[in-house]
């Protein structure tokens, strides 16, 4: 993953160009959220070109895997953290699905709706929502 930051008028960017797909995101970073990035990178002495956490996605996998087995959860992955993550945003953005397509960068809203599961949800609530009917 490699991250570039960039300043035009108060407004800070964070560009991330995926190593696995080769696609770029751009994010808007808040000042503060910059600010407390760029006072670690100094007090670390880490340049604008460096890797800040230079680890891999792999070695958080680990240590993830080694939290969850001391609290004994189980089933959490660091992708479970994303679908959930993903799902979070969807239902507190006003069911986006065009949203959460674009964060996850998937090529339809019908691959992020099968990704997040939504559709059996959509298909159970109508179901409650007309049990009256019955």
Not at 14 to 29: A, M, N, P
Request: with cysteine; net charge positive; aromatic share 12%.
């Amino acid at each position: 993953m490699f991250i570039n930051v960039e300043y035009a008028s108060s407004i800070y960017r964070l560009s991330i160009t995926e190593q696995k797909t080769g696609k770029q995101r751009v994010f808007t970073v808040p000042l503060v959220i910059y600010q407390c990035i760029e006072n670690y990178c100094l007090r670390k002495g880490i340049s604008r070109t460096a890797l800040m956490f230079p680890i891999t996605t792999r070695e958080v996998q680990k240590v993830l895997a080694r939290v969850c087995d001391y609290l004994g959860y189980e089933g959490i992955s660091t992708h479970s953290f994303r679908k959930w993550y993903a799902t979070e945003i969807y239902k507190n953005n006003g069911y986006d699905i065009a949203l959460v397509q674009r964060l996850l960068q998937h090529s339809s809203a019908a691959v992020t709706q099968r990704y997040i599961g939504i559709e059996p949800q959509r298909i159970e609530r109508a179901i409650e929502g007309h049990a009256e009917l019955l």
